[in-house]
């Protein structure tokens, strides 16, 4: 199966910019996603992107893939305390609507 | 109200015993998802379901088992709970057609076996 890595905890100060780091392994993904799970919740998408896409930005949100080293980033500028919560990314098989979901980034925004 | 819905939010209960965990959802979906959630291993999938007809194991099925009663409702059953299967539950729905597959979680069941 495909394995999906990300390191476990990210600890930042207010207002810098957060970046969570996420490789997966299956080279036919169509779309990769960032899911955020706060605190006794289940998870929320966050964002997301197509395989044919180097970058995409949604206000504080920037998301870059490189294709070529299976690598998939999250930025997060000017992290709020608000911010604080598991990330998760994730892979979709192409064409099968299946997920596999990464083992998710502990975000610690510091005030 | 909620459009995906678990119940029971928490549950204790001792190995050997059996244990249902309940998903609902009113979004009209018709794919269903179990998941479990440890800490450092991620959200790792159980059971999934295309529509009522269709079960489909995930990567970690053995000792348990699914029931889709209706497209909105999936549960998720332990027949004999062992303390390694101490972990959070998730279900999820996402609807079929769309070119990306946003998934609608539930709160989450957390479940202790002691």
């Known amino acids: 199966g495909e394995d999906v890595e990300q390191s476990l905890f990210l600890s930042v100060r207010e207002g810098d910019s957060s970046v969570i780091n996420c490789t997966y392994t299956?080279?036919?993904?169509?779309?990769l996603y960032w899911y955020k799970q706060e605190p006794g919740a289940g998870l929320q998408l966050l964002t997301y992107i197509f395989s044919n896409m180097d970058m995409k930005q949604d206000q504080r949100l920037t998301v870059l893939l490189n294709k070529k080293d299976k690598h998939l980033s999250l930025r997060i500028a000017d992290t709020q305390t608000g911010d604080s919560a598991i990330y998760f990314c994730?892979?979709?098989?192409?064409?099968?609507?299946?997920?596999?979901f990464g083992t998710g980034t502990k975000l610690q925004v510091i005030p | 109200d909620a459009d995906v819905t678990q119940t029971p939010r928490n549950r204790i209960t001792k190995t050997g015993k059996r244990i249902m965990l309940e998903c609902s959802q009113t979004k009209g979906h018709d794919r269903m998802y179990w998941y479990r959630q440890d800490p450092g291993l991620g959200l790792r999938l159980i059971y999934y379901s295309f529509d009522v007809k269709d079960i489909n194991k995930g990567e970690i099925s053995d000792g348990y088992s699914v029931s889709r009663q209706a497209q909105a409702k999936f549960s998720l059953s332990l027949e004999s709970a062992i303390p390694n299967q101490t972990a959070l539950y998730f279900c999820a729905t996402t609807a079929s057609g769309n070119s990306y597959n946003e998934q609608f979680f539930g709160p989450g069941t957390r479940l202790t076996v002691l």
């Open positions: 994730a892979e979709e098989e192409g064409g099968y609507q299946k997920v596999t």
């Open positions: 299956d080279s036919s993904s169509t779309y």
